[in-house]
């Protein structure tokens, strides 16, 4: 086995020991065939208030650029489905903040990723990113083989199907590179058909700025009047047009204790949302990624469903 393919196995065999998904892996250079589509979202401004999105193109687009001297960019999937879902008829959250901020979850285990590849291959300069605006993570997975774009613009597995967090590490060794696995959307719609808010402008288009992640997350003005009663209880992010996704019937619970939620938080009934307190958000979301709308962001939320 040469060099590259040995340390590309190494680092393979350490992603699935740290517990990730699937690893894939490809060349650090401009990715082309996104330039385009970024500047048409942006120009369209799908990105709505978030004006991240708008800041470091060229970075965005070009990881040499982002970590100098950059070879790969080493993409990972790391499963969040849960045990057991929130009770029926109650305000819900997205799947992926049911338990500890995911930021942490993974940055812990890209550190060790990147600790072993140091101490069994050699220094390299890298850096770690989990859900960070300059990496275009759903672009880079889709080009290492770990799944596809689908119409609803989440990255998706025929064999696990698309609720999981990306991360990458970018880093300045050369390694053997995979390609692009294929599209198998087919004819289906559903979950353009399923969208309240029809955010899914047209096939593989998400205009953000009509999402209901993007009202209930990142929105920090009121919530737009013309928008009441479409968002069918999601308090906090939305997962309808993954729900209704076929591949997702292949989704498996994931084996991280720190994505369990605080036991109370899958039992609080429409009731109970609606009367939390300070204490109560401080309690269930302890570490969570729901503390990014705050407290009050969450009232909010659950009092423009009511
Ligand atoms: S997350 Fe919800 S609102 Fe956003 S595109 Fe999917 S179904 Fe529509
Ligand atoms: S619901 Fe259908 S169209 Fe949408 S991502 Fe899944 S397979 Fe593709």
Redesign the pocket.
Known sequence: MNIKAKNTSLIKTEAKRLGFLSCGISKAEFLELEAPRLERYLNQNFHGEMDYMEHHFDKRLDPTILVEGSKSVISLLLNYYPNKLQQEDTYKLSKYAYGKDYHFVIKEKLKELLHTIESEIGAVNGRAFVDSAPVLDKAWAAKSGLGWI???S?L?TQQVG?FYFIAELIIDLELEYDGATTD???T?????D?CPTDAITE?YVVDGSKCISYFTIELKDQLPESEKGKFEDWMFGCDI??D?????RFSQPHKEPLFNPHPELLEMSKKDWEEITEDIFRKVFQKSAVKRTKFTGLTRNIDFLK
């Open positions: 689908g119409k609803h989440n998706l698309s198998h959307c087919g289906c719609t559903k979950c353009i399923a096939p047009c993954q209704v996704c076929p591949w997702n």
